[in-house]
T-cell receptor, first 114, second 120 residues
Framework: AQKVTQAQTEISVVEKEDVTLDCVYE???????LFWYKQPPSGELVFLIR??????QNEISGRYSWNFQKSTSSFNFTITASQVVDSAVYFC???????????FGSGTKLNVKP | GAVVSQHPSRVICKSGTSVKIECRSL??????MFWYRQFPKQSLMLMAT?????????EQGVEKDKFLINHASLTLSTLTVTSAHPEDSSFYIC????????????????FGDGTRLSIL
């Protein structure tokens, strides 16, 4: 069975702090994708990153970085120098290659205070 | 990039009304579309997978007769909440993906902006 766990329900930081959002996944499949989405209060899902299971290279995009470690089944997301606009709910998701279904984590609400 | 349009963005209606939500892929052909439901402060739960030209596949616990899904073309899927009741109030999100299943592809699943349904 597939499962995505985001143990942090809510995190509050002060602007300019770095923050890491944890994501742990479970699957027996060897080929899969991992995603991070941002959901601001308006509700839409904003795609942040997709990583396939064969690519363990960490990725940096501006203030965002992702650490994918298959050995620990984790795909953590770090925001450097957080800003108030980063306040949102962030979802980690697992998508198996042979199936269309997405398995979403429960989400982590990030509050960035000025 | 690929865009998925969902309409309407917000619906408020009386109990017993049927409500139709549209999901359109604007610049790509979506052989498969997905419908999710999100309760307040909760995650997205897949309701059904909609394949063009065939019957939708519903997740366990989702009432087929309650949530009618039609995927008549490669760019449009509709979700109809029949005889809606207050407990059907929720945030509904659709997503679509192309037929490209290449592992190296950079095409993620594209989400609509969601429909907030409120049944009075």
């Amino acid at each position: 069975a597939q499962k995505v766990t985001q143990a942090q329900t809510e995190i509050s930081v002060v602007e300019k702090e770095d923050v890491t959002l944890d994501c742990v996944y479970e699957t027996r499949d060897t080929t899969y994708y991992l995603f991070w989405y941002k959901q601001p209060p308006s509700g839409e899902l904003v795609f942040l990153i997709r990583r396939n299971s064969f690519d363990e290279q960490n990725e940096i995009s501006g203030r965002y970085s992702w650490n994918f470690q298959k050995s620990t089944s984790s795909f953590n997301f770090t925001i450097t120098a957080s800003q108030v606009v980063d306040s949102a709910v962030y979802f980690c998701a697992l998508n198996l290659y042979n199936f269309n279904k997405f398995y979403f984590g429960s989400g982590t609400k990030l509050n960035v205070k000025p | 990039g690929a865009v998925v349009s969902q309409h309407p963005s917000r619906v408020i209606c009386k109990s017993g009304t049927s409500v139709k939500i549209e999901c359109r892929s604007l610049d790509f052909q979506a052989t498969t579309m997905f419908w999710y439901r999100q309760f307040p402060k909760q995650s997205l739960m897949l309701m059904a997978t909609s394949n063009e030209g065939s019957k939708a596949t519903y997740e366990q616990g989702v009432e087929k007769d309650k949530f009618l899904i039609n995927h008549a073309s490669l760019t449009l899927s509709t979700l109809t909440v029949t005889s809606a009741h207050p407990e059907d109030s929720s945030f509904y999100i659709c997503s679509a993906r192309t037929s490209d299943r290449g592992l190296r592809s950079n095409q993620p699943q594209h989400f609509g902006d969601g429909t907030r349904l409120s049944i009075l």
